[in-house]
Every structure is written in structure tokens, then in C-alpha cells.
């Protein structure tokens, strides 16, 4: 074993020598990345499997709808704290973290409000099942994304085997339960959303008190909860970007949702599988400025494109065989997505390094005008063509391609 462990290092050091970056790294701490992420992303799509196959349309649209306004409301427990807590982390600041997740938390309970209006405005439009879905969902809002912060800590630490067996653990048993309420509850949305929020909630505080014996200094970044909160405040649109889209389609037609969710999952579970890989480099970035090489972007951009040509052929007989042909459309739409591919091989790595090392120029583009312009942009072609997929097709494209231009040096200069 320990001649195996030498050849792949000597091996990975040589390639990465070859192409200016520390492969060994990569390949030493990947494994338990990718694990994790292959698990997470593999129960998320059965997940989505069962819950297509066993809820109506309107019903698994209704579920996505709820899942877009959570994601919304997320800003209240300033999300940004996770990549300000990873930084200060890898810097040796430990005692951020104390600091950070409770500052996190008190804000978490601001959310309560908003998600009253919200439930009390489905009620009075007779959609009653969304109403008490999003009651339920407040009673564990602030505990569920309060505690969170502890994948951060971890990150930070570089710790990313003790992060992929909580999750595994966490995702597998989640991924159950629901899985046997769909199965012998079929259409109820709202014993399908307390199953999966209860288990949220219970990971996560189960996962922060055990992380916090990682905790080895009283060190301080007095910069961890100000950087915190500009992430937040930047990355407001940036979250609206990623669910207004489908809090708008839920509004006008809320089984089109049910079929765009599918195809959404494909592909965000292929962008998963890739970032996943990119993960691990973020304590790396976080301690020096690490340089990415053209020759590594063009690789990346190849790989993207072979990927994608694979994709196209194999992706419409998948999606029917696991959705069924009541989601054929899902498969036709997903095709229409393929070209991003390549876009997220690149943006996925260069995101990472861009928020580990503040770079503040990119951040703004990324964080604020490229969602400001996705928005417009998309809400235009559908105002102009009041075509749904023209405007699904617009946001997309237009935050893939934009993110390439920004974070690669081809364009902007570090």
C-alpha cells in the first residue's frame, strides 16, 4: 500500500509540476471531496427521483417553490459568513468561528417575519398546502442555517474527511426517510417538508457541537465577521438570480416548475461533481496567491467540451428512464444546457480562488453586476416573448458566459 500511496504521488507531483499546480494535494485530499460530494449529489437525484414518480406535477412544483423562497430568505443568516469563517480558518484564527456562527444565528431569527407575510399571503390566494409548508419551515429556519457554519470551519481546517462522513451520513438517512414518506404518503407536501427540515436541523447541530473541539486558539479575525457581511450583502442578488427564475414560474405555472426542476437537477448535479473537485483548493488559495496557468484553462475548457458531446447523446434516454416520459420535456430542455458545460470546468476553479483571495474588483462583477444583468436581461426576453424557456435560457446563459469573461485573466488582470 505505502508503494502504491508513492507511485500516484510521484505520479501526480510529475503531471503537476507539469502544469504549474500542486496536484498531490489535489489527489491526497480529493478522494474524500469527491466521496462526499458523489454521495451528497447521488441520494439528492434518487431523492428527486422518488419524489418526480411519486408526487403529482403540481405537487413536486409546489416543492420546488418552496425550496426557491427558503433560498431567498437564506440571507438573513448571512451566508456570506461561511467563506469569510473558511478564510480565517486557514489563516489560524480559530476563535472566528465562535464569533461568526452566533452572529449568523441572531440574525437567522429576522427571517420569522417575512416568512409569516409570505405563508399568510399563499393562505389568502387559497393555497393552503404552501401556506402551512412554509409555517412548518420557519419553526426550523434560524437552527438550520444558524448552525451550519460548521462545513466552514472544517473547510478551512482542510479537515474534508470529517466533513464527507457527516454529510454522507446526514444525506443517505435524509434521502431515506423522505423516500419512505413518498412512498407510503404519497402528495403530502407537508409531512415530505418537516422530514427533511427536521433532519436538517438535527445534523447540523449534532455536526456544529462536535466541531467545535476543532477549535484550537482564542485567536480572532476581527476582519471574519465584516468580510461576513459584505459577502452577504453583495451576494443578495446573486442568490435572488439563482431563484426568482422559479418562484416566477411557480407563480404562472407551477407543473412547468415541476419540469424545469428536473432538468435544473441534472445539470446542477454535474456542477456539483465539479466543484467538488475544486473545493479542497481553497485553503491553498487562502494562504498565498496562487496563479492559474492559460494551459490549465484551456485543458479545463477541452474537457468541458468532450464532457458535454457525451451528454448530448446519453442524456435524454437517461432522464425518461429515471423520470419517466412524463418528464420529456425535463430531457429536451436539459440538452439546451449543455453548452455551459465547459463554462463551469473553468468559472467552478476560478470562483474558489477569487473569494479565497478578495479579490474585491471580481467579486463585485460576479456578486452584483452579472446577476443585475441576468435579471434585466431575462426578464426583458420574457416580457418581449413571453416565452418561458426563452427566459430560462437567457438567465443561464447569460451568468455562465458573464463568469467566464470576469474571472478569467484573459479579460480582467489580478
Same mark, same amino acid.
Not at 18 to 39: C, H, M, R, T
Not at 86 to 114: M, N, Q, W
Not at 134 to 140: A, M, N, R
Not at 302 to 326: A, H, Q
Given at each position: 500500500?505505502? #508503494?502504491? #500511496?508513492?507511485?500516484?504521488?510521484?505520479?501526480?507531483?510529475?503531471?503537476?509540476?507539469?502544469?504549474?499546480?500542486d496536484l498531490p494535494y489535489f489527489v491526497e485530499n480529493g478522494f474524500w471531496?469527491?466521496?462526499?460530494?458523489?454521495?451528497?449529489?447521488?441520494?439528492?437525484?434518487?431523492?428527486?427521483?422518488?419524489?418526480?414518480?411519486?408526487?403529482?406535477?403540481?405537487?413536486?412544483?409546489?416543492? $420546488?417553490?418552496?425550496?426557491?423562497?427558503?433560498?431567498?430568505?437564506?440571507?438573513?443568516?448571512?451566508?456570506?459568513?461561511?467563506?469569510?469563517?473558511?478564510?480565517?480558518? !486557514?489563516?489560524?484564527?480559530?476563535?472566528?468561528?465562535?464569533?461568526?456562527?452566533? %452572529?449568523?444565528?441572531?440574525?437567522?431569527?429576522?427571517?420569522?417575519?417575512?416568512?409569516?407575510?409570505?405563508?399568510?399571503?399563499?393562505?389568502?390566494?387559497?393555497?393552503?398546502?404552501? !401556506?402551512?409548508?412554509?409555517?412548518?419551515?420557519?419553526?426550523?429556519?434560524?437552527?438550520?442555517?444558524?448552525?451550519?457554519?460548521?462545513?466552514?470551519?472544517?473547510?478551512?481546517?482542510?479537515?474534508?474527511?470529517?466533513? !464527507?462522513?457527516? $454529510?454522507?451520513?446526514?444525506?443517505?438517512?435524509?434521502?431515506?426517510?423522505?423516500?419512505?414518506?413518498?412512498?407510503?404518503?404519497?402528495?403530502?407536501?407537508?409531512?415530505?417538508?418537516?422530514?427533511?427540515? &427536521?433532519? $436538517?436541523?438535527?445534523?447540523?447541530?449534532?455536526?456544529?457541537?462536535?466541531?467545535?473541539?476543532?477549535?484550537?486558539?482564542?485567536?480572532?479575525?476581527?476582519?471574519?465577521?465584516?468580510?461576513?457581511?459584505?459577502?452577504?450583502?453583495?451576494? *443578495?442578488?446573486?442568490?435572488?438570480?439563482?431563484?426568482?427564475?422559479?418562484?416566477?414560474?411557480?407563480?404562472?405555472?407551477?407543473?412547468?416548475?415541476?419540469?424545469? !426542476?428536473?432538468?435544473?437537477?441534472?445539470?446542477?448535479?454535474?456542477?456539483?461533481?465539479?466543484?467538488?473537485?475544486?473545493?479542497?483548493s481553497f485553503p491553498k488559495f487562502a494562504k498565498k496567491n496562487i496563479k492559474?496557468?492559460?494551459?490549465?484553462?484551456?485543458?479545463?475548457?477541452?474537457?468541458?467540451?468532450?464532457?458535454?458531446?457525451?451528454?448530448? &447523446?446519453?442524456?435524454?434516454?437517461?432522464?425518461?428512464?429515471?423520470?419517466?416520459?412524463?418528464?420529456?420535456?425535463?430531457?429536451?430542455?436539459?440538452?439546451?444546457?449543455?453548452?455551459?458545460?465547459?463554462? %463551469?470546468?473553468?468559472?467552478?476553479?476560478?470562483?474558489?480562488?477569487?473569494?479565497? $483571495?478578495?479579490?474585491?474588483?471580481?467579486?463585485?462583477?460576479?456578486?452584483?453586476?452579472?446577476?443585475?444583468?441576468?435579471?434585466?436581461?431575462?426578464?426583458?426576453?420574457?416580457?418581449?416573448? #413571453?416565452?418561458?424557456?426563452? /427566459?430560462?435560457? %437567457?438567465?443561464?446563459?447569460?451568468?455562465?458566459?458573464? *463568469?467566464?469573461?470576469?474571472?478569467?485573466?484573459? /479579460?480582467?488582470?489580478?
Amino acid at each position: 500500500m505505502k #508503494r502504491l #500511496r508513492r507511485k500516484i504521488y510521484d505520479i501526480s507531483k510529475k503531471t503537476g509540476d507539469k502544469f504549474g499546480f500542486d496536484l498531490p494535494y489535489f489527489v491526497e485530499n480529493g478522494f474524500w471531496s469527491i466521496l462526499n460530494q458523489a454521495v451528497s449529489l447521488l441520494a439528492s437525484l434518487v431523492l428527486s427521483v422518488f419524489l418526480a414518480r411519486y408526487l403529482s406535477k403540481g405537487t413536486f412544483g409546489e416543492y $420546488q417553490l418552496i425550496l426557491s423562497i427558503i433560498g431567498i430568505l437564506s440571507i438573513f443568516s448571512l451566508t456570506g459568513l461561511n467563506v469569510s469563517i473558511a478564510k480565517s480558518i !486557514a489563516e489560524g484564527y480559530d476563535y472566528s468561528y465562535v464569533k461568526a456562527y452566533k %452572529t449568523g444565528l441572531r440574525f437567522s431569527f429576522l427571517s420569522i417575519p417575512i416568512f409569516l407575510g409570505i405563508a399568510y399571503w399563499y393562505y389568502i390566494q387559497n393555497e393552503n398546502s404552501t !401556506a402551512y409548508a412554509l409555517l412548518i419551515s420557519v419553526l426550523f429556519f434560524p437552527f438550520i442555517y444558524g448552525f451550519n457554519k460548521w462545513i466552514a470551519l472544517l473547510k478551512g481546517k482542510a479537515m474534508f474527511g470529517v466533513i !464527507a462522513k457527516i $454529510q454522507i451520513l446526514q444525506n443517505i438517512s435524509s434521502a431515506l426517510f423522505i423516500i419512505f414518506v413518498v412512498v407510503f404518503f404519497p402528495d403530502n407536501i407537508l409531512l415530505v417538508v418537516f422530514v427533511m427540515f &427536521f433532519f $436538517q436541523m438535527s445534523f447540523n447541530l449534532y455536526a456544529h457541537f462536535s466541531s467545535m473541539k476543532f477549535i484550537k486558539s482564542k485567536k480572532n479575525d476581527k476582519d471574519c465577521i465584516p468580510y461576513g457581511i459584505y459577502m452577504t450583502k453583495i451576494s *443578495f442578488l446573486n442568490i435572488i438570480v439563482n431563484n426568482f427564475d422559479k418562484i416566477l414560474i411557480g407563480f404562472f405555472d407551477i407543473k412547468l416548475l415541476a419540469v424545469y !426542476a428536473v432538468s435544473l437537477k441534472i445539470l446542477s448535479v454535474i456542477k456539483g461533481f465539479i466543484k467538488s473537485f475544486y473545493q479542497i483548493s481553497f485553503p491553498k488559495f487562502a494562504k498565498k496567491n496562487i496563479k492559474i496557468s492559460n494551459k490549465i484553462i484551456f485543458l479545463l475548457l477541452l474537457s468541458g467540451m468532450f464532457f458535454s458531446i457525451i451528454l448530448y &447523446f446519453v442524456s435524454e434516454p437517461l432522464i425518461n428512464l429515471l423520470y419517466t416520459d412524463k418528464y420529456l420535456a425535463s430531457a429536451i430542455l436539459f440538452k439546451k444546457f449543455l453548452l455551459v458545460i465547459p463554462f %463551469t470546468f473553468v468559472n467552478a476553479l476560478l470562483s474558489n480562488k477569487m473569494t479565497a $483571495q478578495k479579490h474585491k474588483k471580481r467579486i463585485f462583477y460576479t456578486k452584483i453586476i452579472i446577476p443585475l444583468t441576468a435579471i434585466i436581461l431575462s426578464v426583458v426576453m420574457y416580457v418581449f416573448s #413571453r416565452n418561458a424557456e426563452l /427566459f430560462i435560457l %437567457t438567465k443561464i446563459y447569460i451568468l455562465n458566459i458573464l *463568469f467566464f469573461i470576469v474571472l478569467t485573466p484573459w /479579460f480582467i488582470k489580478d
